[in-house]
């Protein structure tokens, strides 16, 4: 039995930190959770919310098979190669435990996710709350954590670093209202977030986006890895990220990934189509950004708002007035200000392509329904999201040198250690972010239950 006055210490409370933090304590556990800034946001809340659980009940009431091992396959698939063998089996086989525990443990009411499709995902398998969005799902973690006894929260403190005595983690350095302490526990789960904030490491893993907009929370700045490394530990998929390539100018909100598979199309400020709009949203980015300008114009039909509709981030895109729509394509054309007979080639070439008249010339394999007037439209530009790379963990979540050996008693989740797969953006299938998070939190959760 430990004399420590808690089991675990866990660093960041966004989505690794707190769904970690409250399975442990769930499980009896003492926790303390400690956040750099309690009322700011952490990625979990302004990310879509959007989370894979495959083989869950509502898969099961809604009649779709899927299963831990299919979306392990999809993961691969995306990944071409690059997939994270060291956590993607144990990541999908705890998804489907991830949701039963938020539903039936916490309370908090699910659905499948299934209004607008998820590109590279074969079956609907991403669950969210009600509104769709990670504002509301942070909300709804949050008030638990608030309510759980076996959980201290420490508000607006800084965990600065890892303490170590005789080479051995025994806890962590914080810094709380200007005064640094130390806090001992047996085991610390690093849940910090990414390196999506800190140019630094951008520009020497994943140099490519350095420069473009930075979509995710300020925080991710990297820490964990600085301090695992510090001690020895492994890094991996440094260079892969999650890219945005639906993100409305000046980065505040995003259309959605899944306007091209409900059947949109992008256009340059030349009216002209420049990618296969199928692929996913992450891959997507980068040719926005090469475009004229680093602006794309997205175009679709009153179906294809109506579904977008259903997710909180288009709501916002919505409601800030970053959608247009019109009578006609020429009046859109106009509307946007740009040619109308280049949107109009641009429109019959979708469309003799969606009707199997000829095949997609920049390679495009899924259209959805045609489209039909009144159209809609949104600029869009590319962005980063989130990173990839990070500690490397095994299937405990537990932090491992590069020999794979574990670091006794120091743990990862989230950005803060290696992603299910890299790299580059294109390997990063929707989902993949809250659904490493979530499941490395629940795995590190019940390994640290396993040391009492
Ligand atoms: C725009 C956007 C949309 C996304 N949409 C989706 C989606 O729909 N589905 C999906 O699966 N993934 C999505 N993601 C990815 C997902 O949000 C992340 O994978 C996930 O939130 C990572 O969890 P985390 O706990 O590591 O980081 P976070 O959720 O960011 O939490 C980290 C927390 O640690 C705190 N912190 C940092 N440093 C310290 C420190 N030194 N001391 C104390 N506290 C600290 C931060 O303040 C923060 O609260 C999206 C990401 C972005 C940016």
Same mark, same amino acid.
């Given at each position: 039995?430990?004399?420590?006055?808690?089991?675990?210490?866990?660093?960041?409370?966004?989505?690794?930190?707190?769904?970690?933090?409250?399975?442990?304590?769930?499980?009896?556990?003492?926790?303390?959770?400690?956040?750099?800034?309690?009322?700011?946001?952490?990625?979990?809340?302004?990310?879509?919310?959007?989370?894979?659980?495959?083989?869950?009940?509502?898969?099961?009431?809604?009649?779709?098979?899927?299963?831990?091992?299919?979306?392990?396959?999809?993961?691969?698939?995306?990944?071409?190669?690059?997939?994270?063998?060291?956590?993607?089996?144990?990541?999908?086989?705890?998804?489907?435990?991830?949701?039963?525990?938020?539903?039936?443990?916490?309370?908090?009411?699910?659905?499948?996710?299934?209004?607008?499709?998820?590109?590279?995902?074969?079956?609907?398998?991403?669950?969210?709350?009600?509104?769709?969005?990670?504002?509301?799902?942070?909300?709804?973690?949050?008030?638990?954590?608030?309510?759980?006894?076996?959980?201290?929260?420490?508000?607006?403190?800084?965990?600065?670093?890892?303490?170590?005595?005789?080479?051995?983690?025994?806890?962590?350095?914080?810094?709380?209202?200007?005064?640094?302490?130390?806090?001992?526990?047996?085991?610390?789960?690093?849940?910090?977030?990414?390196?999506?904030?800190?140019?630094?490491?951008?520009?020497?893993?994943?140099?490519?986006?350095?420069?473009?907009?930075?979509?995710?929370?300020?925080?991710?700045?990297?820490?964990?890895?600085?301090?695992?490394?510090?001690?020895?530990?492994?890094?991996?998929?440094?260079?892969?990220?999650?890219?945005?390539?639906?993100?409305?100018?000046?980065?505040?909100?995003?259309?959605?990934?899944?306007?091209?598979?409900?059947?949109?199309?992008?256009?340059?400020?030349?009216?002209?189509?420049?990618?296969?709009?199928?692929?996913?949203?992450?891959?997507?980015?980068?040719?926005?950004?090469?475009?004229?300008?680093?602006?794309?114009?997205?175009?679709?039909?009153?179906?294809?708002?109506?579904?977008?509709?259903?997710?909180?981030?288009?709501?916002?895109?919505?409601?800030?007035?970053?959608?247009?729509?019109?009578?006609?394509?020429?009046?859109?054309?106009?509307?946007?200000?740009?040619?109308?007979?280049?949107?109009?080639?641009?429109?019959?070439?979708?469309?003799?392509?969606?009707?199997?008249?000829?095949?997609?010339?920049?390679?495009?394999?899924?259209?959805?329904? @045609? %489209? #039909?007037?009144?159209?809609?439209? &949104?600029?869009?530009? *590319?962005?980063?999201?989130?990173?990839?790379? +990070? $500690? =490397?963990?095994?299937?405990?979540?537990?932090?491992?040198?590069?020999?794979?050996?574990?670091?006794?008693?120091?743990?990862?989740?989230?950005?803060?250690?290696? @992603? %299910? #797969?890299?790299?580059?953006?294109? &390997?990063?299938?929707? *989902?993949?972010?809250?659904?490493?998070?979530? +499941? $490395? =939190?629940?795995?590190?959760?019940?390994?640290?239950?396993?040391?009492?």
């Amino acid at each position: 039995m430990s004399t420590q006055p808690f089991d675990c210490i866990i660093a960041g409370a966004g989505a690794a930190g707190m769904l970690g933090a409250l399975v442990a304590a769930r499980d009896g556990l003492r926790i303390v959770l400690i956040e750099r800034d309690w009322d700011g946001p952490s990625n979990l809340l302004v990310s879509g919310g959007l989370f894979p659980a495959a083989g869950s009940l509502y898969q099961h009431a809604a009649g779709i098979e899927d299963s831990p091992a299919i979306w392990a396959a999809d993961i691969r698939a995306k990944a071409a190669g690059d997939a994270n063998d060291a956590i993607v089996d144990a990541v999908a086989e705890t998804s489907p435990l991830v949701a039963t525990f938020l539903s039936e443990s916490l309370g908090i009411a699910l659905h499948l996710a299934a209004t607008v499709p998820a590109p590279g995902h074969r079956v609907p398998r991403l669950h969210a709350t009600e509104k769709e969005s990670g504002r509301e799902l942070h909300a709804l973690l949050r008030a638990r954590i608030e309510g759980e006894p076996n959980i201290v929260v420490i508000e607006n403190a800084d965990v600065r670093g890892l303490l170590i005595e005789a080479d051995v983690v025994r806890g962590m350095v914080v810094r709380e209202q200007g005064v640094a302490h130390e806090l001992r526990a047996g085991a610390v789960l690093l849940a910090t977030g990414g390196f999506a904030a800190n140019r630094t490491l951008l520009a020497e893993f994943v140099p490519t986006m350095a420069d473009a907009i930075h979509i995710g929370a300020g925080r991710n700045d990297g820490c964990a890895i600085e301090w695992g490394r510090a001690l020895g530990a492994g890094v991996a998929l440094m260079n892969g990220y999650q890219g945005q390539g639906h993100v409305t100018p000046g980065g505040r909100t995003r259309l959605g990934m899944g306007l091209p598979l409900l059947g949109a199309f992008m256009v340059n400020r030349m009216g002209e189509r420049f990618v296969r709009e199928d692929f996913g949203p992450s891959e997507l980015g980068q040719y926005v950004l090469a475009q004229p300008g680093g602006v794309a114009l997205e175009v679709f039909d009153q179906r294809c708002h109506d579904a977008a509709m259903r997710q909180g981030p288009y709501q916002e895109a919505w409601r800030a007035g970053g959608v247009f729509s019109a009578m006609d394509l020429d009046a859109l054309a106009q509307a946007a200000g740009i040619t109308a007979d280049a949107l109009q080639a641009s429109f019959q070439q979708v469309e003799r392509a969606r009707n199997g008249e000829l095949a997609d010339s920049l390679g495009r394999t899924r259209f959805g329904p @045609s %489209l #039909a007037a009144p159209f809609y439209a &949104g600029w869009v530009t *590319g962005a980063l999201a989130h990173t990839q790379g +990070g $500690l =490397a963990v095994d299937r405990h979540a537990r932090v491992c040198r590069d020999d794979g050996t574990p670091i006794a008693g120091l743990y990862a989740a989230g950005g803060a250690a290696a @992603s %299910l #797969a890299g790299h580059g953006g294109e &390997g990063y299938l929707p *989902g993949n972010g809250l659904g490493q998070s979530f +499941g $490395l =939190a629940m795995l590190a959760a019940r390994s640290i239950h396993g040391l009492r």
